[in-house]
């Protein structure tokens, strides 16, 4: 069974800085790709940075150019940097994680979710 356990979120002034991280344990397969969505209240859950364990990243384009996804695949981590944070990220961020043996990711895994409100 795969757990991933999110830490990081909290209350910062808009323009301020956090750093997401999410640790995983369990049945890791080398073959899978880590990332982080969001839920704001009232919207539907959206992708927000994905990276695969080779390397390629994703990034919504509300957030390209102010978060940073990284991972330490020997420790199967995945952090997210927020930099020039904006009222509208608020949201739980939700890490997940997709894997496989091989091939298409068939199994994904959620995170418990943590808050950011980026608020004055």
């Known amino acids: 069974q795969v757990q991933l356990v999110e830490s990081g979120g909290g209350l910062v002034q808009p323009g301020g800085s956090l750093r997401l991280s999410c640790a995983s344990s369990g049945t890791i397969f080398s073959n899978n790709a880590m990332g982080w969505y969001r839920r704001a209240p009232g919207k539907e859950r959206e992708l927000v940075a994905v990276m695969t364990g080779g390397g390629s990243t994703n990034y919504a384009d509300s957030v390209k150019g102010r978060f940073t996804i990284s991972r330490d695949n020997a420790k199967n981590t995945v952090r997210l940097q927020m930099n020039s944070l904006k009222p509208e990220d608020t949201a739980v961020y939700y890490c997940?994680?997709?894997?496989?043996?091989?091939?298409?990711?068939?199994?994904?895994?959620w995170g418990q979710g943590t808050q950011v409100t980026v608020s004055s």
């Open positions: 997940n994680l997709k894997q496989s043996p091989t091939g298409v990711y068939t199994y994904a895994y």
